[in-house]
């Protein structure tokens, strides 16, 4: 093989890398979207179920002064006298 074919297939072979480059970059960076895109969604799913789980518990934690106990009222009262130690 001379020194003027072996310069042309590197410059076929080089073409054809860089035609595949040019397309498969465009591909690629589709996918990427559709991927960003699809875990965008996924984020915003999420955030808003903790917001409600949040809103949950806050409201489960706050608790009246008094319990109702077969439709009586019954205070709340710590243990004392030194029992619970």
């Known amino acids: 093989m001379s020194a003027r074919a072996a310069g042309y297939a590197a410059i ?28 965008d969604l996924s984020m915003s799913d999420f955030h808003q179920s903790t917001k409600d789980i949040n809103a949950m518990i806050r409201q489960a934690r706050v608790q009246p002064d008094t319990a109702t106990l077969f439709g009586l009222d019954r205070h709340k009262r710590q243990a004392g006298g030194g029992q619970c130690r």
Do not use: E, K
Not at 19 to 31: H, Q
């Open 12 to 39: 076929g072979i080089s073409s054809v890398a860089v035609i595949m480059c040019v397309l498969f970059v465009p591909m690629l960076m589709a996918r990427i979207t559709a991927v960003n895109d699809r875990i």
